[in-house]
Nanobody, 114 residues
Framework: HVQLVESGGGLAHPGDSLRLSCVAS????????MSWYRQAPGQHLQWLAS????????YYADSVKGRFTISRDNAKNTVYLQMNSLKSEDTALYYC?????????WGQGTQVTV
């Protein structure tokens, strides 16, 4: 049974930091490219950051570069999104995703309100 479970969201003030976590199960996490997305009310889904399966490379959207950091711990089947200097426009539902050679998965999301 494949699961991606996000946590760490909540209410923050401008300038605060939050760290989101996404715990994976049911698939070989260490072989999957992981990403974070978000969707604010009334807006399109926005890609934020991605990380290679081995953690060797990361990519960021311009809107979060320098403020957000994606990382992973393959021993814990977990991907993280460290969010610093939060702004009101960061308010959204945040999702983690997994992409393999043949399959992709999405979590249910965690709400961040700034």
């Amino acid at each position: 049974h494949v699961q991606l479970v996000e946590s760490g969201g909540g209410l923050a003030h401008p300038g605060d930091s939050l760290r989101l976590s996404c715990v994976a199960s049911g698939f070989p996490f260490e072989k999957y490219y992981m990403s974070w997305y978000r969707q604010a009310p009334g807006q399109h889904l926005q890609w934020l950051a991605s990380i290679y399966a081995d953690g060797s490379r990361t990519y960021y959207a311009d809107s979060v570069k320098g403020r957000f950091t994606i990382s992973r711990d393959n021993a814990k089947n977990t991907v993280y999104l460290q969010m610093n200097s939060l702004k009101s426009e960061d308010t959204a539902l945040y999702y983690c995703t997994a992409r393999g050679d043949s399959y992709g998965y999405w979590g249910q999301g965690t709400q961040v309100t700034v």
